[in-house]
Nanobody, 123 residues
């Protein structure tokens, strides 16, 4: 499967942004999806994940209540809605896909990666 992430940009603290990750090449529904981010000089960090159906999601504590993952199977797209953005959310955001059945919070669990989209939050 090929993944194409988009939607990043420069916003101010408190603003919202929605990232999209469009999948192509294989049946979208067989993949659990994840979002990760990497700030300059830091390791890639888990942000959130969705099961194949989208019925279950998980988030890192720092984004709980602010970020939401959703899926549109008709469009083979997964979204990351980010509200109340903070400067510490500044990073390159990556989407990833795995054929696993659970929720995964480690990069090693994912087989496919998008190219990343930059989110910059100014204070």
């Amino acid at each position: 499967v090929q993944l194409q992430a988009s939607g990043g940009g420069l916003v101010q603290a408190g603003d919202s942004l929605r990232l999209s990750c469009a999948a192509s090449g294989r049946t979208f529904s067989i993949y659990a999806m994840g979002w990760f981010r990497q700030a300059p000089g830091k390791e890639r960090e888990f942000v959130g994940a969705s099961t194949r159906s989208g019925g279950s999601t998980a988030y890192v504590d720092s984004v709980k209540g602010r970020f939401t993952i959703s899926r549109d199977s008709a469009k083979s797209t997964v979204y990351l809605q980010m509200n109340s953005l903070k400067p510490e959310d500044t990073a390159v955001y990556y989407c990833a896909a795995t054929r696993g059945l659970a929720l995964y919070d480690t990069p090693a669990a994912y087989d496919y990666w998008g190219q990343g989209t930059l989110v910059t939050v100014s204070s």
